[in-house]
């Protein structure tokens, strides 16, 4: 049974570009989370999702951010225009159910860099 | 509100025991959970309190007092191996069912 898996694994974009991220779940799991995480921080909550319904967002700035989890295919976190402060590590998990009471299984993260 | 604070650096000696506390402020939760973060590497689960006291596992335990807002992760017989960030977590009952994590404990392991 294949993990989560994100891709890609790093990404370099220029100020200005956009940033697509992938995540796909645990098979079996219809719950996504993403995270941001700054070196020797911890996961900042973004967003929560379940096959075509963004959840939460309340983490996620409102501007340039956006994420969608559609019926078929990954999640994707979508960051248009980036900036520098947009550096950092991005991280996808996924549950089998809600109700916080579910261990989240993590992927490896999406490193983006932005010159 | 919603808050964990845990303490951001712990340095502890190969072969003792140290413990990592977590405090959080909550109007309710279903249980507290532990992750290990090893640098660069995504967080795994370790552990999930839902009553209070003390669940151990091998090498590793953890401990919730739902009244004092308090858990604790306990790590015995360290090993080098377990220097790495360990985050706490819990999803609030009001709301979504997000997960909120604490800011991590980065833990070091002399020899």
């Known amino acids: 049974n294949a993990g989560v898996m994100q891709n890609p694994r790093h990404l370099v974009r220029r100020r200005g570009q956009e940033a697509r991220l992938r995540c796909s779940p645990m098979k079996g799991h219809s719950h996504v989370y993403w995270y941001r995480q700054l070196p020797e921080e911890g996961l900042k909550f973004m967003v929560y999702?379940?096959?075509?319904?963004?959840?939460?967002e309340s983490g996620m700035p409102k501007e340039r951010f956006s994420a969608e989890f559609p019926k078929e295919g990954p999640s994707i976190l979508r960051i248009q225009q980036v900036v520098r402060g947009d550096s950092a590590a991005y991280f996808c998990?996924?549950?089998?159910?809600?109700?916080?009471?579910?261990?989240?299984?993590f992927g490896p993260g999406t490193r983006l860099t932005v010159t | 509100g919603q808050n964990i604070d845990q303490p951001t650096e712990m340095t502890a000696t190969e072969g003792a025991i140290v413990q990592i506390n977590c405090t959080y402020q909550t109007s309710g939760f279903n249980g507290l959970f532990w992750y290990q973060q090893h640098a660069g590497e995504a967080p795994t689960f370790l552990s999930y309190?839902?009553?209070?006291g003390l669940e151990e596992k091998g090498r590793f335990s953890s401990f919730l007092s739902r009244s004092k807002g308090y858990s604790y992760l306990l790590l015995k017989e360290l090993q080098m191996k377990d220097s790495a960030s360990y985050l706490c977590a819990y999803s609030p009952t009001s709301g979504t069912y997000k997960y909120i994590f604490g800011t991590g404990t980065r833990l070091k392991v002399l020899a």
């Open positions: 998990a996924s549950s089998p159910s809600a109700g916080g009471i579910y261990e989240q299984y």
């Open positions: 309190n839902v009553l209070d």
């Open positions: 999702l379940q096959k075509e319904n963004i959840i939460d």
